[in-house]
């Protein structure tokens, strides 16, 4: 191979591994989720928002009418907890296109006015620990369906966000009893891995493949003047 030969073959390897680097980032990157939710996405959004609102609604009736310490406490987490996750829920309903319902189902006003008509007695701290702990069971059962079966990655994302925050919530509930000493002063959106994995999914193409082509062209640009220090010294 001759001097100039050797030097072109180098450049071209440069620029042959910066497309390498560049390849995988555009063909591994996330889908946006921005395609119409599918039946299942759909109801799940739904469901999550009638589920917000009774817990909202359930948790501020506590705060005033609970009879023990723990309740009322609980009853404060769940306003706060399920505020937010409401308003990621319809943010993210509105980008997909999903109509929420304006009310809670027909069964969760019934359970709430069950347990709001008694109201400041001890009879009420029960049944509204025993309604929280069969609510959260469900909105469990619920978010696992999703995230086996939906379609749309940004909501499947959104229920393994919301998932500790409910498990967390139902051990505050379990069996119908008070356990406010277990709240964490910090929730956190999952493991370590969901939490990965959110973020990855929310990196928008735009920016990743830039920043990927502009460490490729720092390595091209290195080899090139490898290259040409090697031509130099044939040259001489």
């Known amino acids: 191979?001759?001097?100039?030969?050797?030097?072109?073959?180098?450049?071209?390897?440069?620029?042959?591994?910066?497309?390498?680097?560049?390849?995988?980032?555009?063909?591994?990157?996330?889908?946006?989720?921005?395609?119409?939710?599918?039946?299942?996405?759909a109801a799940f959004l739904r469901a999550s928002h009638q589920g917000n609102l009774t817990e909202i609604a359930a948790g501020k009736d506590a705060q005033k009418n609970a009879t023990t310490d723990c309740v009322k406490h609980v009853g404060q987490v769940l306003v706060r907890d399920h505020t937010k996750l409401d308003a990621d829920t319809r943010a993210l309903a509105d980008k997909q296109g999903v109509d929420l319902p304006v009310a809670p189902s027909k069964e969760q006003q019934d359970m709430l006015a069950d347990v709001m008509s008694k109201a400041g007695t001890k009879a009420y701290d029960a049944a509204w620990l025993d309604a929280q702990a069969a609510a959260h069971e469900k909105t469990l059962a619920r978010i696992d369906h999703q995230i086996t079966h939906g379609k749309n990655a940004q909501v499947t994302a959104a229920?393994?966000?919301?998932?500790?925050?409910?498990?967390?919530?139902?051990?505050?509930?379990?069996?119908?009893?008070?356990?406010?000493?277990a709240t964490p002063k910090a929730i956190h959106a999952g493991d370590g891995g969901q939490v990965a994995t959110s973020l990855a999914a929310e990196v928008p193409v735009a920016l990743a493949v830039p920043a990927v082509a502009l460490g490729g062209v720092l390595v091209a640009g290195g080899a090139f003047w490898a290259a040409s220090r090697m031509r130099r010294n044939d040259n001489r």
């Open 159 to 181: 229920a393994k966000a919301a998932r500790p925050v409910v498990a967390m919530h139902l051990d505050m509930v379990r069996g119908g009893k008070c356990h406010a000493a």
């Open 1 to 41: 191979m001759t001097r100039t030969h050797r030097w072109a073959a180098t450049a071209f390897t440069c620029l042959a591994l910066t497309g390498i680097a560049a390849g995988p980032a555009l063909a591994s990157a996330p889908a946006d989720g921005s395609a119409t939710a599918t039946a299942t996405d």
